[in-house]
């Protein structure tokens, strides 16, 4: 009694299973054959299946991997000849140390008083002129590096023509002054304010120390300013690598050097160019009354300078 | 009951054998077209490639001098005739290898860069910027592959002794080739890269920094590599 009824379930549970698996079959075949016979499905003319652009960018400066130091001076010597500089012989009266982290793509300007006293007891703008036939960059930078305690590897020299030649050929800086200027002296008369400096102005810019209170403690913050202010100035005119070639051909120019070729030069000029200047600090020495007029390291400075000299950047001064 | 049972059991073969027919039609209307197919396909994409030639496309890689000029911290420097040669046949290995090996092949660069980038590029060139400077993990090119490049400018620099130290040059490539996948785009590169390049003391001149943008577009693209490096950055947009 049961067989009649069981034959007709079991077609269907065949016909339920074998049927999707056939039509699945018929419809790969005739896929197939259409492929074969037709060739491959083309898209609608000017369509393209997946359309994906890309955008890339990468840059290696080149130059220095890890942190190092560099030391600027600015000489007061009216010619590359003392010998036609009899009003100053080339003391170093701007004296920066700077501590450049090219990962941190961060920087720190130590100002040092020209007054500072250094090993000996000198003032650390005279070691400079105090090894007449010996290399007197290397002879300041040992002095410099002994006060702030970090081993330094480039050092940029410039005197007050080349200083003003220098900026002149690169159009000037761009400044916003901290304090009004007012000093015969060194012929700066400015408001309080944004200012472009050309070569004479950042001249005056930089040597004034009568129109403050605390005399070359704001000078050497200013100088340190106007270091960072040119930074600003010329990434603000966004230099391709053309003109990056011809600023550091600029700045050899009118530079001396030791420990660093033009090429280094370079290779850091373009790193420099990538930090933003918010990540470039400029901070003065702490120093207070020494022995006679020199001034000598405060507590605070201690610090600072350890804060300075582990990755040349300071987190937390 | 008994009655019942012959008629039964010689209808269920009967009807076994007409479903029969269709079932084995469109197993064959269905298999062989998909076995001829595997047949004809089988192998790799070398195999499938078209036939319609006989020699291997060539793709040639010739990149015009533009300006040459310079200046120095020194005394005047020039690039002489020497140096430009020098300096292009780097930038031309470089195209060759980067992009051009690679989606000919559609396989990972393989030429020697460090013939061309110094140590501390190559290290950055070859690792976290690999993804942009090198035109890897395309579709492999089919047929022609078609690679222009704008003159390219150099621009020395003398140091302060009258030295040629280093050249600029900016170096704009445009390389584009059909992939075996019919109707759609091809890939297609565009590389704008400032190279700086310094002598490395044996006559060669080699890559010691680098800016590099590159725009890809075409079809099934991976994805493009960035990182950051100590001097290095990487981005996409």
Not at chain 1, 270 to 283: E, I, Q, R
Not at chain 2, 30 to 38: D, G, K, Q, S, W
Not at chain 2, 146 to 163: A, M, R
């Given at each position: 009694m049961t067989a009649p009824t069981r034959a007709p379930r079991r077609r269907a549970l065949?016909?339920?299973?074998?049927?999707?698996?056939?039509?699945?079959?018929?419809l790969?075949?005739?896929?197939?054959?259409?492929w074969l016979l037709f060739g491959e499905p083309v898209p609608a003319q000017g369509a393209v299946w997946f359309q994906v652009t890309k955008l890339g960018s990468a840059r290696n400066e080149g130059g220095p991997q890890q942190p190092f130091f560099a030391l600027i001076l600015g000489t007061g010597a009216r010619s590359d000849n003392l010998a036609e500089s009899p009003d100053d012989p080339g003391l170093a009266d701007a004296v920066h140390v700077i501590g450049v982290n090219p990962a941190l793509k961060s920087a720190t300007i130590i100002d040092i008083p020209r007054d500072t006293e250094g090993p000996g007891g000198a003032k650390?703008?005279?070691?400079?002129?105090?090894?007449?036939?010996?290399?007197?960059?290397?002879?300041?930078?040992?002095?410099?590096?002994?006060?702030?305690?970090?081993?330094?590897?480039?050092?940029?020299?410039?005197?007050?023509?080349?200083?003003?030649?220098?900026?002149?050929?690169?159009?000037?800086?761009?400044?916003?002054?901290?304090?009004p200027m007012d000093d015969d002296f060194s012929g700066a008369h400015f408001p309080v304010g944004p200012a472009h400096l050309n070569g004479e102005q950042a001249l005056q810019f930089s040597r004034d120390r009568h129109s403050?209170?605390?005399?070359?403690?704001?000078?050497?913050?200013?100088?340190?300013?106007?270091?960072?202010?040119?930074?600003?100035?010329?990434?603000?005119?966004?230099?391709?690598?053309?003109?990056?070639?011809?600023?550091?051909?600029?700045?050899?120019?009118?530079?001396?050097?030791?420990?660093?070729?033009?090429n280094d030069l370079?290779?850091?000029?373009?790193?420099?160019?990538?930090?933003?200047?918010?990540?470039?600090?400029?901070?003065v020495l702490p120093v207070g009354a020494g022995g006679g007029s020199n001034l000598v390291k405060t507590g605070d400075a201690t610090g600072l300078l350890a804060d300075f000299a582990d990755d040349g950047v300071l987190q937390s001064h | 009951m008994e009655a019942r049972t012959p008629p039964c059991s010689s209808a269920r073969p009967r009807r076994t054998r007409r479903?029969?027919?269709?079932?084995?039609?469109?197993?064959?209307?269905?298999?062989?077209?998909?076995?001829?197919?595997?047949?004809?396909?089988?192998g790799d994409d070398e195999k499938a490639a078209p036939t319609t030639t006989s020699a291997a496309p060539k793709t040639t890689v010739d990149i015009p001098l533009g300006e040459?000029?310079?200046?120095?911290?020194?005394?005047?420097?020039?690039?002489?005739?020497?140096?430009?040669?020098?300096?292009?046949?780097?930038?031309?290995?470089?195209?060759?290898?980067a992009t051009v090996q690679p989606l000919r092949s559609g396989k990972p660069a393989t030429a020697d860069f460090g013939a061309i980038f110094d140590g501390n590029t190559l290290a950055s060139a070859t690792t976290t910027d690999r993804g942009i400077l090198f035109d890897e993990g395309?579709?492999?090119?089919?047929?022609?592959?078609?690679?222009?490049?704008?003159?390219?400018?150099?621009?020395?620099?003398?140091?302060?002794?009258?030295?040629?130290?280093?050249?600029?040059?900016?170096?704009?490539?445009?390389?584009?080739?059909?992939?075996?996948?019919?109707?759609?785009?091809?890939?297609?590169?565009?590389?704008?890269?400032?190279?700086?390049?310094?002598?490395?003391?044996?006559?060669?001149?080699k890559i010691t920094a680098y800016n590099v943008t590159v725009v890809r577009d075409g079809i099934d693209l991976a994805p493009t590599t960035t990182a950051a490096a100590a001097t290095t950055t990487g981005a996409t947009k």
């Open positions: 065949t016909l339920l299973l074998v049927g999707p698996l056939l039509c699945g079959l018929l790969a075949g005739g896929i197939t054959t259409t650390v703008n005279s070691y400079i002129v105090n090894n007449p036939g010996g290399n007197e960059l290397r002879t300041e930078a040992d002095a410099v590096s002994s006060i702030v305690g970090v081993p330094i590897t480039w050092v940029l020299r410039a005197n007050f023509p080349h200083f003003q030649q220098m900026v002149d050929e690169i159009g000037g800086i761009d400044v916003n002054i901290p304090q403050f209170s605390n005399g070359d403690i704001s000078r050497t913050s200013n100088q340190g300013l106007l270091i960072v202010s040119a930074l600003q100035t010329i990434q603000a005119k966004h230099p391709s690598a053309g003109d990056t070639v011809r600023l550091l051909a600029t700045l050899g120019r009118h530079t001396k050097l030791d420990g660093v070729g033009v370079f290779h850091m000029g373009s790193l420099s160019l990538t930090f933003d200047p918010a990540n470039v600090k400029n901070v | 479903r029969g027919v269709p079932v084995v039609a469109v197993l064959v209307v269905a298999l062989v077209p998909a076995l001829l197919l595997v047949g004809c396909s089988g040459v000029t310079a200046d120095s911290a020194g005394a005047p420097v020039t690039i002489s005739g020497d140096q430009s040669h020098r300096v292009l046949d780097a930038l031309t290995t470089y195209v060759k290898g395309l579709p492999q090119v089919a047929g022609d592959l078609t690679v222009t490049t704008q003159p390219v400018n150099l621009l020395g620099l003398g140091d302060q002794s009258g030295n040629l130290t280093l050249v600029t040059t900016s170096l704009v490539v445009d390389a584009s080739g059909a992939t075996k996948v019919k109707g759609a785009a091809p890939v297609h590169v565009v590389r704008l890269a400032d190279f700086t390049l310094q002598p490395d003391g044996f006559g060669s001149w």
